[in-house]
């Protein structure tokens, strides 16, 4: 295999920088990695492999080269600059969500629908979906696939890592502060302070009352799922996690199946954990994951009316997305 010029747009960000591991750690022959980020973080020094790359302005650079470019520097970024990349040449992988109902830019879960990415796109641009929407199609495929859905009700607890790392920082400073019986820093990166607190709204709430978060997830639920008309309604709450976000779904089937039907579709899933049995055997948590790159479930139950539940955890940032990246 020919080795790739490669950049990362928002290098320095929390996205960012477990891709600079993802690729570190795969057998992609590199012949350059090229990483940009916004001025404030200009002739930062990261390692990659043996070498030392500087951190590049985006706004600064002439050329908009490589064999691919991964986007994880927000919305406004990916739309002004993924358009040049690919005009370039570079296949471009976006995480933010500037392109992601563009009929002409495919949505991929590698898991899911490999065969989106069967031929280059004419657009040149590939979209990662919401995080948690990543986890949320992969227990459910199996399900819809299997079964007549008659809707899908979830609560997500997402944690401040989804916001990067300003998240982060502003829930252990508030974290701090309260330890400290300090009054807590002004909220600047979500709606409230998040230490010791739980938020329910993850982004802008629209005039319906849903925020773009839970619209999001429906929308994209729908696009990977090849379901226009699936029924799915979630409730999005921030939670003082640092990182990984659960999630309790609520599924209605049209027709009565066993529970033991339902964990065994489960357990035939690509990179996915299911953890089956008594009190004993444990549940996934944000803290404890048995291996951050796959999404585990457990709590797996059926109630006498026929709903079924699932507990879904993943690392929103580790959660294995390139499954393929060396082929
Ligand atoms: N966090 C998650 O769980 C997650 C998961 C999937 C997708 N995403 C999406 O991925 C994107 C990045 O998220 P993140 O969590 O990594 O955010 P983050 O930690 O805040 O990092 C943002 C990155 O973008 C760079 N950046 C910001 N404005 C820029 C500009 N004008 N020009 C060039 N670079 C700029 C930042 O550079 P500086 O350091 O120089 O400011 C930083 O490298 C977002 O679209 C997010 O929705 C996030």
């Excluded at 859905?149 to 508030?174: M, P, R």
Aim: charge should be positive.
């Amino acid at each position: 295999m020919r080795a790739i010029d490669i950049s990362i747009i928002g290098a320095t960000g929390a996205v960012g920088a477990e891709l600079i591991k993802l690729l570190e750690s795969s057998q992609l022959p590199v012949s350059r990695l090229r990483l940009l980020a916004s001025r404030t973080s200009v002739g930062r020094r990261l390692r990659f492999r043996d070498e030392i790359c500087i951190v590049e302005p985006l706004d600064e650079i002439d050329d908009t080269q490589a064999d691919i470019a991964f986007f994880s520097a927000g919305r406004a970024v990916s739309a002004k600059y993924g358009p040049l990349f690919a005009a370039q040449g570079a296949l471009v992988i976006d995480n933010s969500n500037a392109f992601r109902m563009n009929p002409d830019v495919p949505l991929l879960v590698p898991q899911i629908n490999p065969n989106a990415l069967a031929a280059r796109p004419r657009s040149g641009i590939v979209e990662n979906p919401n995080c948690s929407a990543i986890q949320l199609v992969r227990a459910l495929r199996p399900l819809v696939t299997a079964f007549h859905v008659h809707q899908i009700i979830l609560t997500t607890y997402q944690a401040a890592s989804g916001g990067g790392l300003k998240g982060i920082d502003e829930l252990l400073e508030g974290s701090r502060a309260a330890l400290a019986g300090r009054a807590p820093p002004r909220a600047k990166h979500f709606p409230f302070p998040l230490a010791f607190n739980v938020i329910p709204q993850v982004g802008e709430i629209t005039s319906e009352g849903v925020t773009l978060e839970e619209r999001k997830r429906l929308q994209e639920s729908r696009k990977l799922l090849g379901l226009p008309h699936l029924r799915l309604t979630s409730s999005c709450v921030r939670v003082p996690v640092v990182n990984g976000h659960p999630e309790a779904v609520y599924l209605e089937l049209e027709e009565s199946v066993h529970v033991v039907q339902v964990r065994e579709l489960l357990t035939l899933e690509p990179d996915f954990r299911l953890s089956v049995g008594g009190p004993h055997v444990g549940y996934p948590t944000p803290r404890h994951l048995t291996d951050p790159a796959i999404v585990h479930v457990a709590r797996v139950k059926v109630n006498p009316e026929n709903p079924y539940c699932l507990w879904i955890v993943a690392d929103n940032l580790k959660v294995r997305r390139l499954t393929h990246l060396s082929s």
